[in-house]
């Protein structure tokens, strides 16, 4: 199988992380290996449609035409997971870049489709208009069923996560609506923590 493959990169991380390799070096590997994630998650799960093959070195291949009809018949939905398969810019006014392997969630869906997502180590959510779908890749997660919540309910929220904090949200069956910034989400967060103390969450 391909398992090795996964285990290789990350050790090679671990390696570059202990010679202080620069940035550039550690953001290639890393989307190499969520690209090698992807793949597997793919072969696992064939719901799992990659709209563009990440390749080593940070190279993307152009989606192929069957890939791009297939991340547009994806219609996201809050909470989906995201992940980034081709270089570009968010729409959001200060967008920034965003690249392969980045990942993340949707967080909104807005009335024309267009959706707000919150990228890994970003403080504020960005929105993807349609025309950009095509560049990301969607899928549904296993979201913890309450009580499950793999101990978030007693960590302090500053320190979660962007994906912990979601978890945590939706375990209180609290909404991420009027999230638009880490700060915010990790506000809700508290609030979610503090509903299912009191035994709330449904």
């Known amino acids: 199988g391909g398992g090795g493959g996964g285990e290789r990169l990350r050790e090679e991380i671990q390696t570059l992380r202990g010679q202080a390799a620069t940035k550039d070096e550690l953001d290639e590997l890393a989307a190499e290996f969520r690209a090698h994630q992807l793949q597997k998650k793919h072969e696992e799960d064939p719901q799992v449609a990659p709209a563009a093959q990440a390749l080593p070195g940070g190279e993307i291949t152009a989606a192929t035409p069957e890939a791009e009809e297939a991340a547009s018949k994806v219609k996201p939905e809050a909470l989906m997971d995201v ?23 949707v967080s909104v869906v807005d009335k024309d489709g267009d959706i707000l997502i919150f990228f890994e180590n970003t403080e504020k959510a960005q929105w993807v208009f349609k025309a950009n779908f095509g560049r990301l890749c969607f899928y549904h997660r296993r979201v913890w069923a309450a009580g499950q919540g793999g101990g978030t309910q007693s960590r302090d929220p ?38 299912l103390r009191r035994g709330g969450g449904g």
């Open 83 to 105: 992940v980034v398969t081709q270089r570009f810019k968010s729409d959001s006014e200060d967008g920034g870049e965003l690249h392969p392997g980045q990942s993340g969630f």
């Open 158 to 195: 500053d320190a979660m996560t962007l994906p912990e904090l979601r978890d945590l949200v939706v375990q209180a069956d609290l909404g991420l609506g009027e999230c638009f910034s880490r700060a915010a989400l990790v506000r809700r967060g508290h609030e979610a923590q503090e509903t």
